[in-house]
Nanobody, 115 residues
């Protein structure tokens, strides 16, 4: 069975950076051919798309993170990353990695941006 495991969350101050990782393992999962995505869910809010990356490296970002966040992937390591710079308090949320369908979600990693 395929597992997506996120890591890299934590507590930072506004303006600081974090890099999240999502590693895929197990099952039959040809990571390199799939679009991967990062979502986030803040308390009391719906889960929202943050960024996606296709198998060829094409990326899409939510307007709220454009210019600050960068999604990337390392197919040799079956891992997708989210580099988050210039973090703001409104970026506080649980960040989830998603595979090609709703059958593939990670457990989430908490990101808190606070003074």
């Amino acid at each position: 069975q395929v597992q997506l495991v996120e890591s890299g969350g934590g507590l930072v101050q506004p303006g600081e950076s974090l890099r999240l990782s999502c590693a895929a393992s197990g099952g039959i999962f040809i990571f390199s051919i799939y679009t991967m995505a990062w979502y986030r869910q803040a308390p009391g809010k719906q889960r929202e798309l943050v960024a996606t990356i296709t198998s060829t490296g094409f990326t899409i970002y939510a307007d709220s993170v454009k210019g600050r966040f960068t999604i990337s992937r390392d197919n040799a390591k079956n891992t997708v990353y989210l580099q988050m710079n210039s973090l703001k308090p409104e970026d506080t949320a649980v960040y989830y990695c998603r595979g090609p369908t709703d059958a593939y979600w990670g457990q989430g990693t908490q990101v808190t941006v606070s003074v």
